[in-house]
């Protein structure tokens, strides 16, 4: 079973077009995450929910929105894709207790 | 602010040689402090960390880090590199009791040579 699973895995699409990545965590943690790796491999925090609850936005463009229906879920819907939100997007949780973040294996976007 | 200074983004050893990379951290309160590894196509997976006590810390794999608040350091080494250990490797920084937002190094590519 997949402690933090994210879809789709692979994601190409052209300019202009509306997408979603969907993450899922089974480990009952209350903290998630969106990261994005950029080509050089430099990890970014994007967002952080907690409990439902947006705590952590990092001056993301508003084309990018995060929805959280539940505890276990974090989506990530981007309106409007331009050529430099290529990037592989990282979902994570967290639980209260630990400071170990839990890493979903990573959505491919590339924008064409 | 907190920030992460990885030195070196490529580290080339040997089979059998000591891993040693390095991680500088600038933080105005005592940090959390963390390694995780990355393998191809892959999530990060955490290595290991320090929050508080003892300032030698060990991790998964036979990776072990040293805090050293003097020189503001947290160097990951392994005595003897497998090939398996060929990876990316992230030092990242939290603010203790601070927000939740973890702070990443560029990151640093180990290849291992037979």
């Known amino acids: 079973d997949t402690a933090v699973s994210q879809t789709p895995k692979y994601l190409v699409t052209q300019m202009g077009n509306d997408k979603s990545i969907k993450c899922e965590q089974n480990l009952g943690h209350d903290t998630m995450y969106w990261y994005k790796q950029d080509s050089k491999k430099f990890l970014k925090i994007m967002f952080s929910?907690?409990?439902?609850?947006?705590?952590i936005n990092e001056t993301v463009p508003n084309r990018f929105s995060p929805k959280s229906p539940d505890k276990a879920h974090l989506n990530l819907h981007i309106n409007s894709l331009e050529l430099g939100d290529s990037a592989v997007y990282f979902c994570?949780?967290?639980?209260?207790?630990?400071?170990?973040?839990?890493f979903g294996s990573g959505t491919q976007l590339s924008v064409l | 602010a907190q920030s992460v200074t990885q030195l070196g983004s490529h580290v080339s050893v040997s089979e059998g040689a000591l891993v040693l990379l390095r991680c500088n951290y600038s933080s105005s309160v005592p940090p959390y402090l963390f390694w995780y590894v990355q393998y191809p196509n892959q999530g990060l997976q955490l290595l290991l960390k320090y929050t508080t006590g003892a300032t030698l810390v060990k991790g998964i794999n036979g990776f072990e880090a040293e805090f050293k608040k003097s020189e503001t350091s947290f160097h990951l080494t392994k005595p003897s590199a497998h090939m398996s250990d060929a990876a990316e490797y992230f030092c990242?920084?939290?603010?203790?009791?601070?927000?939740?937002?973890?702070?990443f190094g560029k990151g640093t590519k180990l290849t291992v040579n037979p």
């Open positions: 994570a949780c967290r639980g209260a207790t630990n400071e170990k973040l839990f």
């Open positions: 929910y907690n409990n439902k609850e947006l705590i």
């Open positions: 990242a920084v939290r603010k203790e009791g601070g927000s939740e937002k973890l702070v």
